[in-house]
């Protein structure tokens, strides 16, 4: 499963980055409006740290088809090749897909509810397909059971595409689909850390450290001790 930061404050893509292996940056609009700074200002900020080879996601805003593709090239024009583009899974996004897939575009079909949302942004020829997993669990619905659902009809079908889960709150959901061997997830910087966040881990960390000292000295490793 590959693993990528959803999120745009550039201050805290560079503290995930340097601790955990990483594949790439999510962002969408709203993300985007939080940082109070000029979209594509951020988005090459971004795209300069992560390199040219990681992947980064980033949304069409137009409505139509004909303004989303125009988006699309905008977007892959100023952020690269290796630049995913963001089409909401819609009638007129799936119309956008299909031209934008004919040329040579990657596309991650988004605001996925529903596994036959993703079948037709597979069928359409998108690379990804983002369900958001807790906004569907907010709707009264099971979000990683519909998750699995996608990942299986993808498999069923023999379609290229693969999930992208999106939408997480508890590193719990992050798990399930990790065992249940989806294609990737988009991931909140601090649901990131929560997933080595653990006093055990913390506590044992300690004891040993504490054993060592009481052998060696205090402050010492196995670096700076005295052999003899």
């Known amino acids: 499963m590959k693993l990528l930061i959803d999120d745009a404050h550039i201050d805290l893509i560079k503290k ?16 985007l409006a939080k940082s109070g700074r000029q979209p594509f200002e951020v988005l090459k900020e971004i795209r300069s740290f992560i390199g040219k080879d990681a992947e980064l996601h980033v949304q069409v805003v137009a409505k139509d088809a004909e303004g ?5 090239h905008r977007i892959v024009k100023e952020l690269g090749a290796n630049t995913y583009v963001k089409v909401p899974s819609v009638p007129e996004g799936f119309k956008a897909m299909k031209i934008l ?13 529903t596994p036959m949302q993703a079948f037709l942004a597979a069928k359409c020829g998108a690379s990804y397909a983002a369900p958001y997993v807790n906004r569907i669990d907010n709707m009264g619905f099971n979000g990683i059971r519909v998750t699995k659902q996608i990942h299986d009809i993808f498999k069923n079908n023999n379609l290229k595409t693969e999930v992208l889960a999106a939408s997480f709150k508890n590193s719990q959901q992050v798990l399930e689909l990790c065992e249940y061997g989806i294609g990737a997830s988009t991931i909140a910087p601090d649901i990131i850390e929560g997933l080595v966040k653990n006093q055990a881990i913390t506590s044992a960390v300690d004891d040993f450290i504490k054993d ?17």
Do not use: H, Q, R, W
């Open 16 to 31: 995930i980055c340097d601790y955990y292996p990483v594949d790439g940056v999510t962002t969408n609009p709203s993300i």
């Open 101 to 113: 897939v004919k040329g040579n575009i990657n596309i991650t079909a988004t605001a996925i509810y």
């Open 212 to 228: 060592f000292e009481a052998l060696t000295g205090e402050g010492k490793t196995m670096s700076n001790y005295d052999l003899y």
């Open 68 to 72: 989303m593709v125009e988006d699309a």
